[in-house]
């Protein structure tokens, strides 16, 4: 039997309350995600339709910080990242400053396949979306009641004292960007990466999630990688690109180059960075530097597994 295998994060950075109190619906989540993609697999479908199947269960769920779930910016809006990438051809698509689309990886995907162009962004990607009947959500869908009780905080922030203003940006890293890797029967692996952005950020803010290269990456002949964590620290370091780079220059395996980005290269970076990846013998690494990073993965020879915090990892993420 070919050798299959999906991973997926549900966003890496400080623990928090939230995070807490809700452990086991994270825990959940990150489990049907990976079901979902690993089911398309098992069937025959492609490295593509399983990364994008796994991200949009993801972006459905109001938990995590992506479609439904996204934060607010600083004017109480929904403002959307997403990017795909095919290791096969190199093909990607991707789509920054997204309204009202309810699965923007899928956004993403449909730039790939059905423009000439790679990124798209504000009403010129809703524009296409609608032009292609992409389904739309009304802004009451994607706003949740604890998201908005954190946008209030985030905007009396300069009311407040330094340990309030604290625990403020501590607030506005609790939820993460959401991602998946995968490989199919046919050797090719695919990356595929969402988000809702930063809570509280400037209006326009483009994320590191839209950006192939730093959000997605996918190259058949090393790996698939999505990142996760601090958005500007990833696009200054080109995370996602960076450890397909490290395996091919360096001759890394796929978990040595994960932890060679995060560990050493990137040790002294003063910011939440964490990767997940899968290679084309089915392989899968991760590494973060941060609290915790949500994530769970299977493969054709390695059961379920789901993990949250470092120390309840139930095995090697390798095959």
């Given at each position: ?12 950075g ?27 697999l ?7 339709d ?8 993801l ?6 910080n ?17 990017s ?11 789509v ?19 423009t ?14 609608r032009q292609?009947h992409?389904e ?10 604890y998201?908005y009780?954190?946008y ?7 009311h407040?004292s ?14 993460g ?18 988000t ?21 990456y ?5 790996c698939?990688?999505?990142s ?19 395996m091919?220059y ?9 932890n060679f ?8 970076v003063?910011g939440?960075m964490?990767?997940?990846g ?18 769970g993965?299977r ?12 120390e ?5 993420p390798s095959?």
């Amino acid at each position: 039997m070919p050798t299959i295998a999906i991973a997926v994060h549900g966003g890496a950075g400080p623990d928090s309350e939230q995070i807490k109190q809700n452990i086991e619906g994270y825990k959940k989540g990150i489990e049907e995600a990976v079901q979902a993609g690993y089911r398309v697999l098992e069937e025959g479908g492609s490295a593509l339709d399983a990364v994008e199947e796994a991200v949009n269960y993801l972006e459905d769920n109001s938990l995590f910080n992506a479609g439904k779930g996204s934060v607010l910016n600083e004017n109480g809006e929904v403002e959307m990242d997403a990017s795909i990438m095919s290791g096969k051809d190199k093909k990607c698509g991707a789509v920054a400053i997204v309204h009202h689309v309810k699965n923007p990886v899928t956004l993403a995907r449909a730039v790939m396949e059905k423009t000439p162009h790679i990124y798209l962004g504000d009403m010129g990607a809703i524009s296409f979306a609608r032009q292609i009947h992409i389904e739309m959500r009304p802004d009451a869908y994607f706003f949740t009641e604890y998201n908005y009780e954190q946008y209030e905080k985030t905007m009396q922030e300069q009311h407040r004292s330094p340990a309030e203003a604290a625990d403020v940006e501590l607030r506005r890293k609790e939820h993460g960007t959401v991602g998946a890797v995968a490989l199919d029967k046919d050797g090719n692996v695919a990356a595929a990466t969402s988000t809702g952005g930063l809570d509280g950020k400037k209006a326009s803010r483009i994320g590191d999630s839209s950006m192939i290269g730093v959000g997605s990456y996918a190259d058949n002949n090393t790996c698939a990688i999505s990142s996760t964590g601090d958005g500007e620290v990833l696009i200054q370091h080109v995370a996602a690109f960076q450890v397909s780079a490290i395996m091919e220059y360096k001759g890394l395996e796929l978990q040595d180059a994960c932890n060679f980005l995060i560990h050493r290269k990137c040790k002294e970076v003063k910011g939440d960075m964490g990767v997940i990846g899968v290679d084309p013998q089915g392989n899968i690494g991760f590494a973060f530097n941060s609290e915790r990073m949500h994530r769970g993965w299977r493969t054709s020879s390695q059961p379920l597994q789901v993990s949250i915090y470092p120390e309840n990892d139930a095995g090697s993420p390798s095959k």
